[in-house]
């Protein structure tokens, strides 16, 4: 079993939707969590992170953690056509030594 | 503008040649890192430094060799020995010892074997 499961996609919806992306992980030690968007050819880019169980918000991004079901969540509203790209999840925390684990991402097409 | 630079943007390599990717950052982070990313692999750590003139070995460093003798600067040697070298490779820093581990990504290194 995958320390981090995330769905590859792709994922395709209309301009104004909600999407909804979703991770889960095994590791009960990871303590912090991640969300990074990257578009076709680039470094992966920063979105979210939360390191508590709950809702952060920033924009129209939403992220979710739930650690007692292992299983994280971002939450984008109004998308647009520039939303289109992978989304890959993230998570780490003390495991023997600092750990971060990526998922493998999942991409997202948001059409006009 | 603080940030990671990663060079070159492309590379190209014959087989049996050993070819450098440069990683330079000065966002003052201690830490940097080295993944290789594959289509549906997501990303894979392939060595990693805290701190100067120290580093670890990732989930996948056979045939890579990393060197880290400034803190601004982390170059990554794919070797003759990486049997699969053609990959999208992602240099990132952070700051150490931060339970956060927030990572910043450059834009990446695309090498082709040919």
């Known amino acids: 079993q995958k320390e981090v499961e995330q769905d590859p996609g792709p994922l395709s919806v209309p301009e104004g939707a909600i999407v909804s992306l979703n991770c889960t992980y095994s590791n009960s030690a990871f303590q912090y969590f991640m969300w990074y968007r990257q578009y076709s050819r680039k470094g992966p880019e920063l979105l979210m992170y939360?390191?508590?169980?709950g809702n952060k918000e920033d924009g129209r991004f939403t992220a979710q953690v739930d650690k007692s079901s292992k299983y994280i969540s971002l939450f984008i509203r109004d998308s647009q056509p520039s939303d289109s790209a992978t989304y890959l999840c993230a998570m780490g925390g003390y495991t023997g030594g600092f750990k971060t684990i990526f998922g493998a991402g999942t991409r997202l097409f948001v059409k006009a | 503008d603080g940030g990671i630079t990663q060079s070159p943007k492309y590379l190209f390599r014959k087989e049996g040649q050993n070819v450098t990717l440069s990683c330079e950052q000065n966002?003052?982070?201690?830490?940097m890192y080295w993944y290789r990313q594959d289509p549906g692999q997501g990303l894979r750590l392939i060595y990693y430094?805290?701190?100067?003139?120290?580093?670890q070995k990732g989930d996948i460093a056979e045939g890579y060799s990393v060197s880290r003798e400034k803190k601004e600067s982390f170059p990554l040697t794919v070797t003759s020995a990486q049997k699969n070298p053609t990959a999208f490779y992602l240099c990132?820093?952070?700051?150490?010892?931060?339970?956060?581990?927030?990572?910043?990504f450059g834009p990446g290194t695309r090498l082709t074997v040919l």
């Open positions: 939360t390191y508590s169980s």
């Open positions: 966002l003052n982070h201690d830490a």
């Open positions: 430094s805290q701190i100067v003139n120290d580093f």
């Open positions: 990132a820093s952070s700051f150490r010892d931060n339970l956060r581990n927030e990572q910043f």
